[in-house]
């Protein structure tokens, strides 16, 4: 190679050399001196306009659904799935004890085109199959889990946008007297958030008295006592007088279950004590938004399961036995001594569960200033009046 070329090679790669450099350090100069990209990441991963990596924001897809999904699309399935999106969402925590029980819960809701989702905690999924439904249906498993533990982890609500109303239920409901489609249109039409079924009070585990179905109206929204000095006597709005709902069959609209799955604590496994709180998630007033059918109710055989509240205390059973004469036909029996010893560890961590959702409440309470109480004037229930005492 001549010199002269040389140099001009030589030149040419010096000048390109430069010329990156300089624009790096641009870059570089321009991305610090405008933000610290990754500081004010963190801070509007707060704000509405949440970035993602530097994905430009229109690929953000930030809400999903449950729906199966053809591998291809033949002409059938696009006929099918895609002209008749489905709506609402059954959640149930099942084991294959309960297997007659279910089937029957999940061909009604199928029949209204629900989506369903069932958690497996007994690990056996493999008996399932024989049902023709068991194909449409998602199963998750996972071993000695409740549904608040499922819920918490698998119904993210992105995930469960699509879903107008979400049922999360246990899986001992007898739904002779319920049907779906009904039951929505009344929640629809009463602008309710948050529901249950009523109990049929003759054949059901009996936990709270405005759970307990009445023959009149389509729904309640509250229980009241005549006598004084009885709980829901006088002014005593809160829960569980009304704006409540159990654990065993509740129903969530949309806005109400992204709330409810902000308030299931992810190590608090049992639940106990979110139902004193949900009203907190009704999108209004709980004492509107928050009701008890009474057309379309259900038997609470009150299995003990890993289900859900099914280990509720059952003080207030006691009570509607002794004052009204009721027979409740569903008593638990007999059981072996390994199970009572199981149910017994059961309710002590349930209990301690419990205590430490209330301080948790309790502390975040006090920790939020601008935390105002919207029911102050009409809390009820000795849990508010512990709560009012501390304050
Ligand atoms: C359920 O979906 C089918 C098929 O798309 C439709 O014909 C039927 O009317 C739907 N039923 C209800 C109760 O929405």
Not at 179 to 190: F, N, T
Not at 225 to 236: A, I, K, L, M, P
Not at 290 to 317: A, M, P, R, W
Request: aromatic share 10%; with cysteine; net charge neutral.
């Amino acid at each position: 190679m001549k010199p002269k070329s040389c140099f001009m090679v030589m030149a040419v790669v010096m000048f390109f050399v430069v010329y990156k450099l300089t624009k790096f350090q641009q870059t570089q100069e321009e991305m610090v001196s405008i933000s610290h990209p990754f500081d004010s990441m963190v801070e509007e991963d707060t704000t509405e306009a949440v970035k993602i990596g530097y994905l430009p924001q229109g690929i953000i897809e930030s809400q999903s659904d449950l729906e199966l999904k053809p591998l291809w699309l033949t002409k059938s399935s696009n006929l099918q799935k895609d002209d008749q999106p489905r709506k609402n969402l059954l959640a149930m925590a099942v084991g294959i004890k309960q297997k007659k029980n279910v089937d029957d819960i999940v061909n009604k809701f199928f029949s209204e085109n629900f989506t369903v989702i069932l958690f497996h905690y007994d690990g056996n999924v493999n008996d399932w199959h024989d049902f023709e439904w068991s194909d449409s249906a998602i199963h998750i498993v996972a071993n000695h889990q409740t549904k608040w533990w499922f819920a918490k982890r698998f119904m993210h609500p992105d995930v469960v946008s699509a879903y107008d109303y979400i049922f999360l239920w246990d899986e001992d409901l007898g739904i002779d007297n319920f049907h779906p489609g009904r039951y929505l249109k009344i929640v629809e039409s009463e602008r309710l958030d948050i529901s249950q079924p009523a109990l049929d009070p003759s054949l059901s585990e009996v936990h709270h008295r405005i759970t307990i179905r009445r023959s009149k109206g389509n729904l309640h929204r509250k229980v009241s006592d005549s006598r004084t000095r009885r709980r829901c006597s006088g002014t005593n709005n809160g829960p569980p007088c009304s704006g409540f709902v159990e654990g065993m069959a509740p129903v969530f609209s949309r806005p109400a279950w992204r709330c409810v799955w902000h308030l299931i604590q992810n190590d608090l496994i049992h639940g106990w004590g979110i139902d004193y709180k949900l009203g907190y998630c009704a999108q209004g007033d709980r004492t509107k938004r928050v009701g008890v059918i009474d057309s379309e109710y259900v038997v609470h055989q009150g299995v003990k399961t890993l289900g859900g509240f099914s280990e509720e205390q059952n003080t207030f059973l006691r009570r509607v036995q002794t004052s009204k004469g009721m027979i409740i036909q569903n008593q638990p029996q007999k059981k072996s001594v390994d199970q009572s010893m199981h149910r017994i560890k059961v309710r002590k961590q349930a209990t301690l569960e419990l205590q430490k959702f209330q301080d948790r409440w309790d502390r975040a309470i006090k920790d939020d200033e601008n935390w105002v109480d919207p029911f102050q004037p009409h809390e009820g229930g000795s849990e508010d009046q512990v709560l009012a005492k501390k304050t």
